[in-house]
């Protein structure tokens, strides 16, 4: 009886799991396998407003389901990538693109790093230079070695 | 001077990180500025909620400043929202409409009879559609719409008293400076 029972819940768990998941991301009539795959592919460079660190494919918010209508309808009504995007940059601002362009608000975004790293060149140019003047001063710093660094001795 | 150098580069990470903390309470994180925000509000035409038959677009509402308030039976923090408007909405010198957001008729009715109707006008989008086109992710919404149909100031989540006094009415008041 026990183990019946148990097999019972069990089972009903696995149905109901299966339901939710069935719930979550709901089939949509796609014209055929390479729109699908176009679908999946650009609601996955989208980042859901709501739910803001999942993308519009994977997020179960309602309005995220909206707009994967909204973008299948335009999909069928033939319309490109870029111009779903800028329907919805124009509606949601650049927030909704995982990858942001680079704008005058976006150029630290895309510069920093750079920046970062020219100014740890600097930072290691200037030590070398005063690691090098204060070898030239020191007793035991032989005459071969040149108090001029050219870089190349590290 | 040089022994005192990782202290100031120490202290110079505390100030970026202090800086960090303070500049992250002092916006909300979620909100998303709109890029509507100063551009003329989306065309749209929505039946009423009390009569169905009748719709009000757009052009409309033309010639006078509104607030389009989004809001909606199932969402929460609109019922945290709703005294305020009920309070400060007759003293904001704009009318008021309501925006009912993916909402049954039904319930929309039914929480407005609970709650109380603070709105002049109430306007419903039960397919979401519209809310689309103003930018809408998450009720309670507000946008402040002049007389020429222009978005001219935008809230994202429960209007509060602080913000009411702080933003909403600033916006206003230069709102009516502009238009005499």
Known sequence: ?????????????????????????????????????????????????MCQNETLADSNAPIARDLRNQIFQMMQQGRSDDEIKQYLVARYSNFVLYDPPLTSGTWLLWFGPLLILLGGAGAVLVVIRKRNRGAAVAPEASTDHAPTDHGDDW | MNRLLPFFGFMLLVVLFGFGIWWNTQHDQNAIPSPLLNKPAPAFNLPK???????????????????????????????AEHPVLEAEGPGLGV?????????????????????????????????????????????????????????????????TPDVVAKELKPAIAAMQKEVP
């Open chain 1, 1 to 49: 009886m026990r183990p019946g029972l148990l097999r019972v819940i069990f089972m009903a768990l696995l149905w109901f799991g299966g339901v939710v998941h069935a719930q979550a991301i709901e089939p949509m009539p796609f014209a055929n396998h390479a729109q699908e795959l176009r679908f999946q592919h650009l609601t996955q460079q989208l980042r859901c407003p």
């Open chain 2, 49 to 79: 909620l009390y009569e169905p038959a009748q719709t009000v677009s757009k052009a409309d509402l033309l010639g006078q400043p509104y607030l389009l308030n989004v809001f909606a039976s199932w969402c929460i923090e609109c019922g």
């Open chain 2, 95 to 159: 009318q008021l409409v309501g925006y009912n957001y993916k909402d049954a008729p039904a319930d929309a009715k039914r929480w407005l009879a609970e709650h109380g109707n603070p709105y002049n006008l109430l306007i419903a989008d039960e397919p979401g559609n519209t809310a689309i086109d103003f930018g809408v992710y998450g009720a309670p919404e507000s946008f402040l719409i002049d007389a020429k149909g222009v978005i001219r100031y935008k809230h994202i989540g429960p209007l």
